[in-house]
């Protein structure tokens, strides 16, 4: 089977970051953006398989079709960073933003929260439809690729990668994750984006 994902396609994103590889609790950062440390375990036809450790992030569930399910999270959850809470505080900006299919037409929109951030000091949300959430610890098959995100490319990419996982005996605990990491303004080829599946 050939590499996975290399090639230049979709993405649509966020803020932006100019990363670091890395192991386990390291800071990893992306053009200054902090993004959740993982692990790369191994690399093969172009599939990253990492781990990541448990995680807080703020989520929130959105109707629509996938494009306009990813614009809306993001801007309900941004609100909410930029002061929209009890406090009035900032939180800084992560990378990357994730967007998963719940069912048909709904979908979750997460924000990784900063390192050392717990439920416990980080304002409530003024958004009720916003959610505080640990993840746990995980193992994710990733393909990264660069370009525009369309819906259609993004699930083209999953179908493989689905493919790629069950090829290798492994089982799909969660997914497909969407997760984008530059602002609209980046140039494509300058984007990163991934597809990515939770595997056990």
């Given amino acids: 089977m050939k590499g996975l994902g290399l090639a230049a396609a979709p993405a649509l994103a966020l803020v932006a970051a100019g990363a670091a590889a890395g192991e386990g609790g390291e800071e990893m950062t992306r053009k200054g953006y902090e993004m959740p440390p993982y692990r790369v375990e191994a690399v093969e036809e172009g599939v990253e ?12 569930a959105v109707e629509g079709d996938r494009a306009s399910a990813i614009g809306q999270g ?9 002061g929209g809470n009890a406090g009035g505080e900032k939180i800084a900006m992560t990378v990357p933003v994730t967007q998963t299919p719940n069912a048909a037409g709904r979908w979750t929109v997460r924000f990784m929260m900063p390192a050392g951030a717990s439920p416990a ?3 409530r949300p003024d958004d009720a439809r916003i959610r505080l959430v640990t993840l746990p610890p995980e193992r994710q098959a990733v393909v990264i690729f660069s370009g525009l995100p369309r819906t259609a490319d993004l699930e083209a990419r999953a179908e493989r990668l689905r493919g790629w ?4 005996g492994l089982r799909v605990a969660a997914g497909p994750h969407f997760q984008f990491y530059d602002s609209p303004m980046t140039l494509p080829w300058n984007r990163r984006n991934e597809v990515s599946f939770t595997v056990e």
């Avoid at 398989?49 to 929130?60: I, K, N, P, S, T």
């Avoid at 993001?74 to 930029?82: D, T």
């Fill in 49 to 60: 398989q990492r781990r990541y450790g448990a995680r807080l992030v703020a989520e929130v």
């Fill in 74 to 82: 993001f801007r309900v959850l941004a609100g909410y960073i930029f």
């Fill in 121 to 123: 000091i980080l304002p």
């Fill in 165 to 168: 996982i069950a090829a290798k």
